[in-house]
């Protein structure tokens, strides 16, 4: 049975075209995937469906009395809450439902109506056919899952990071229990532990979801289907990732079959018109002109920019790229114990632990964006630091990637920087529009390209994977692995960085 009706679809955005008359049906129990490069439209399909955004022509058809759960990573949270009370607003219809039943036994304490307890008694019978009396338990094990209580369930929201207050709001939909879930890149802010709780979880989910991700290991766990997006069209393939994608590479084998054998039949009819229209064939000419005329001609198969990452090497003679002494990192608090930790020229080393141990902010205190509580740490001469920031922020959002590299490099021509950004997997029609237009993906594509125009020896990267698609992972995975000088790189993608770093450092073990 469907659950959601998608038919007639366009969406344009300036001069570029996400779907034109695209059709998609969900059915109950569907867990799908949506898959396609970056820019093609997933998270703006999220946004159409819930009405965050109004597509420009098509129908959006929803089954009726269905309970829709969206994950909004940017949601504005009023009040302040801690973790511990955010979350049990999910059960906040139930504690309605107790707090009515409190109002009628008073009330027929004072009145003495027979139909009061009636409803009281309707009421406490929906309260005992649902998990109210399991809400502590239940909202526990979800917080463990998660890796909430790590962070303290009475800890306020205000004092999480983007990241943590991620998590909060995951955690919240999922106690929520709605029939249909829909997922934005929900492993962007999970380590590998909390990944594969989330796994499990939307295993055993017995609703619908609709799932955006560029993780495709993670996809790959947890869709029976998938859509996949390209060339303003949907196409639902039955299976997970693994046996869409070996379909979607069979139809595309035929579709090329079917293109080039039309192709040959529409030049060997031109080549009759041509030879014969004047002459006494002149008839038969004009007949195959109409053939020709009334054919629906398939659409050229599309050619899709690849990103080509390259890092610009400056040497550097030196044994150690990095060393700590006695490091302190934190806030208000230290974070870890003193860090003394070396690193070698050229070494790949991945930073890996829990979300909100630190990692971010030992990277952030390395390039002094942040101070130190104590301790030192030491460069070489001649170090030249490149570094990638997870956040999606933008100073003015509304400059165009052009101007805003012309901004970054004023010393490039405007040719050399529309080659940096086509190197990049950015596409010449997107360079002029405003960084704000831009998916998530094309965005940090921007970031990646200011990586690729100055000479470094020391780069560091803080989760660099997330909103990209395949083609642009697998350019970053060979950059680094091409890249002479040393690189320290944090990944929730264990899968990405494995078989590229030569060690690992796991600053769990370094907790105080």
Same mark, same amino acid.
Request: charged share 20%; proline share 4%.
């Given at each position: ?42 998270? %703006?399909?999220?946004?159409?469906? #819930? ?156 609703? %619908? ?33 693994? /046996? ?30 041509? /030879? ?22 398939? #659409? ?47 070494? /790949? ?11 971010? #902010? ?21 170090? /030249? ?22 901004? $970054? ?14 190197? $990049? ?23 990646? $390209? ?63």
């Amino acid at each position: 049975m469907s659950l959601l009706t998608i038919e007639h679809l366009t969406q344009r955005f300036g001069e570029k075209i996400l779907y034109e008359d695209a059709a998609l049906r969900v059915n109950k129990g569907d867990h799908l995937g949506v898959t396609g490069q970056n820019g093609v439209g997933k998270s %703006t399909l999220i946004k159409i469906l #819930t009405g965050e955004i109004l597509a420009d022509d098509g129908t959006i058809t929803w089954q009726n009395n269905l309970k829709i759960g969206y994950l909004d990573q940017y949601v504005e949270i009023v009040g302040n809450f801690t973790i511990a009370a955010f979350l049990h607003q999910a059960y906040q219809n139930l504690y309605q439902l107790e707090q009515k039943i409190s109002e009628l036994y008073e009330e027929y304490g004072q009145t003495g109506e027979a139909k009061l307890l009636e409803r009281a008694g309707t009421f406490q019978t929906q309260l005992d056919e649902s998990d109210f009396y399991q809400i502590e338990p239940i909202i526990n094990e979800l917080a463990n899952g998660l890796g909430l209580t790590a962070l303290g369930l009475n800890r306020p929201l205000k004092e999480l990071s983007g990241g943590q207050r991620s998590k909060v709001i995951l955690a919240k939909l999922l106690l929520e229990e709605p029939d249909v879930l829909l997922l934005d890149e929900p492993t962007n802010y999970l380590d590998d532990t909390h990944i594969q709780w989330l796994i499990q979880y939307l295993n055993s989910f017995k609703g %619908t979801f609709i799932l955006v991700s560029h993780d495709y290991h993670f996809l790959n766990a947890v869709t029976n289907c998938i859509c996949d997006i390209e060339f303003g069209k949907f196409t639902k393939y039955t299976g997970n990732v693994e /046996k869409s994608f070996a379909q979607k590479e069979l139809n595309k084998e035929a579709y090329l079959k079917q293109y080039h054998a039309q192709q040959a039949k529409i030049e060997k009819t031109e080549a009759y018109i041509r /030879k014969y229209k004047a002459g006494n064939r002149a008839t038969m000419a004009k007949s195959r002109q109409k053939q020709l005329d009334r054919m629906e001609r398939l #659409t050229p198969p599309g050619s899709l920019l690849k990103p080509q990452l390259t890092f610009p090497y400056q040497p550097l003679v030196a044994s150690l790229a990095l060393m700590t002494e006695q490091l302190v990192i934190g806030y208000d608090q230290p974070l870890l114990a003193p860090l003394n930790l070396s690193i070698h020229t050229g070494e /790949k080393v991945a930073i890996k632990g829990f979300n909100g141990i630190g990692k971010s #902010t030992l990277i952030k205190t390395l390039i002094e964006k942040i101070p130190a509580i104590s301790g030192e740490f030491h460069y070489p001469a001649n170090t /030249k630091i490149a570094y990638f920031s997870q956040d999606l922020t933008w100073e003015n959002d509304y400059l165009t990637p052009l101007s805003y590299l012309s901004d $970054c490099f004023p010393k490039k021509t405007v040719k050399e920087l529309r080659t940096y950004l086509a190197k $990049c997997g950015l596409p010449d029609k997107l360079v002029n529009q405003s960084i704000r237009l831009l998916s998530g993906g094309e965005q940090t594509k921007v970031k990646l $390209c200011t990586l690729t125009i100055p000479q470094s020896n020391l780069i560091f990267l803080d989760e660099p994977t997330n909103h990209i698609d395949a083609a642009a992972k697998e350019s970053l995975r060979q950059a680094i692995q091409a890249y002479p000088g040393t690189i320290v790189i944090v990944s929730h993608e264990e899968e990405f960085y494995m078989d590229i770093v030569d060690r690992i450092i796991n600053i769990e073990e370094l907790m105080p």
